[in-house]
């Protein structure tokens, strides 16, 4: 049985604070991955390794709420390959319709004027950044040139943040020689690396989060995929 955080004063965690503020458009409740997510978040450096579907972007953007609840000053950068802007739509949406959020912070501290979108561009020169927080995902690719392109990109991008600056990676792996996993393997990284479907220690099989994907759900998306996409998108273990 999920434990929820529903009892507690939302502002207070981050999974208080999901659980609270998205009653107002899709009620969640935290499963055990979701808080292994927003404690690595926490720390400096973090990667999270996940399936598609689980809910990766959802957490990562109620966190950067969040965070500019807690502190209006904070800057957040969110970079990705493709949405990106959806995101920043999302983020905006909450702000101006969701009424939860006034009520866990306080009408005047809301504004998204220190969050910015940014494109991921593998062939690009990494934009310059004085965020507080980045937040990449969707930085994996099947094609080698651009892994490497990737790799030195994000090597750039954590060179250049400031100190105290937090850097946060999630996405799935397409490749074994994904860029996550490399960030995964780095001295002073956070990693979290989860798979679609968990092993119990009777030896049955469930799912990391059946409130949002059931067994059945799973083994459906399974054959869709075909065995090379399930064991990188769901599986989170690539094969070559």
Known sequence: MLQSDRSRPPGATPNAFVEYVSQWDRPLTQAPCHRRWQAAWNDPRSVVIGPTGFGKTTQALYRVLWEVGRDPSIEVDLV????????????????????????????????LKSVRTRELVAASTCPTTNADLVVIEDCGSINAYDRVMVQAWLAEMEEQLKPGARLMVLGCPYTKDDVLFHLAAKPGWTAEHEDAIEEREDGTEASLDPNIMTMAEIRRMELDLGPRMAAALLRCRPIE
């Open 80 to 111: 990705g390959k493709t949405q990106t802007h959806r995101r920043g739509r999302w983020l905006a949406r909450q702000v101006t319709d969701n009424p939860l959020l006034k009520e866990v912070f306080g009408a005047q501290k809301w504004s």
